[in-house]
């Protein structure tokens, strides 16, 4: 597998649209899956989704963000990495994370106008129907980078749970979702379980205020994971699950994991086909009463709630410990490849 680079021209937006100059993009899971995918359309789109940008042009009738905050050249931004309608059957519906339009330009080939689809790139071109915020001057771009995607969707996850103050959730993997999700269930007054392997990442969930981290090399197999979880929960199971590995095997322990009349949200899982396919016996899910969700996208506003998150939680949490020091343009393989490490909870470049 390799990349190409290519030169465009930077177009000028079109009503309604903007163009930003990339600052720093973060290498999402999404965007190695999508690195080693065999989908021909997929495979020569533009990489890269989550990252932070500053006001390069803006097109006509442009003068404020969604939040209905004043927009001018050289406010930082970040816009939501996806379309949404508001015209599609699931938009009209109101579940506009769902917009059956959602990857109509993230999966173009960059040789069709306006070129810059993804970020990483020189630059990136926002259309009329992707929403887009402000970011708050006092959030550094190391910080806010990974709001477009991990943050705003572990908010939208969770905020579709019943999660609350003394609560116990148990997060497989931290990895940036899973980081994100400590960070916002310490928040609300949950109890916190991380299960991770990767030692850096064992550190990390600590000092995101994990509770506990049941460590996959003290615990390497199911068995003993759910053991140490039943444990550490009286006997119980976790009154929440949340799979953010994108491991198929993770979604059948994290329905063991789970107590009677628990939760199970599955977000890191977006493959399928061979190799992908799980044994699991469906009884087991209804004779523990289990609620049971797939998650993808987020209605594009919690990118605001993102935001205002790391406003208010910033002090708090070690946010700028997500990322490893950026790598510049050029390094982009490398990048990726520190991903692929599971070394850090996201690698980056900066532009």
């Not at 993230?106 to 810059?116: G, I, L, R, V, Y």
């Not at 993770?250 to 599955?266: D, H, M, T, Y």
Request: with cysteine; charged share 20%.
């Amino acid at each position: 597998m390799q990349f190409e680079v290519k030169d465009y021209e930077v177009p000028e937006p079109t009503a309604g649209a903007l163009v930003l100059a990339v600052r720093r993009a973060n290498v999402c899971g999404s965007d190695i899956h999508q690195f080693h995918y065999d989908s021909p359309a997929l495979r020569e789109a533009v990489l890269g989704h989550e990252f932070v940008g500053e006001v390069h042009a803006l097109g006509a009738g442009v003068t404020r963000d969604n939040a209905g905050q004043p927009i001018a050249i050289g406010d930082r931004v970040v816009p939501v990495y996806f379309v949404t309608c508001r015209r599609c059957a699931a938009c009209l519906r109101g579940d506009f994370g769902m917009c059956a339009n959602s990857l109509r330009e993230w999966s173009k080939n960059p040789d069709t106008a306006p070129h810059f689809s993804g970020a990483f790139a020189t630059h990136y071109y926002v259309n009329e129907d992707q929403y887009f915020y402000k970011v708050p001057d006092e959030l550094d771009d190391r910080i806010v980078a990974g709001a477009n995607c991990g943050l705003a969707q572990m908010l939208f996850a969770l905020d579709h749970t019943r999660l609350a103050a003394g609560c116990t959730i148990v997060v497989q993997g931290a990895g940036g979702l899973g980081l994100y999700a400590v960070a916002i269930a310490k928040e609300r007054g949950a109890r916190v379980i991380v299960i991770e392997g990767v030692p850096e990442r064992v550190t990390l969930a600590k000092r995101f205020g994990a509770d506990h981290v049941v460590d996959m090399a003290s615990h390497p197999t199911t068995e003993g994971r759910v053991a140490r979880v039943v444990e550490l929960t009286g006997g119980l199971g976790a009154d929440v699950v949340l799979e953010v590995t994108g491991v198929s095997a993770a979604f059948v322990e994290s329905i063991a994991l789970a107590r009677v009349g628990g939760e199970v949200v599955s977000v890191g899982n977006l493959n399928v086909g061979e190799g992908f396919e799980i044994a699991l016996s469906p009884g087991v899910i209804t004779r523990k009463n289990l609620r049971v969700q797939g998650i993808l996208r987020y209605d594009p506003w919690y990118l605001y709630r993102a935001l205002e998150f790391l406003r208010r939680t910033h002090e708090r949490f070690p946010f700028a410990a997500l990322a490893k020091e950026a790598r510049p343009f050029n390094e982009l393989d490398a990048a990726i490849s520190d991903g692929e490490s599971r070394s850090v909870a996201r690698a980056s470049v900066i532009l």
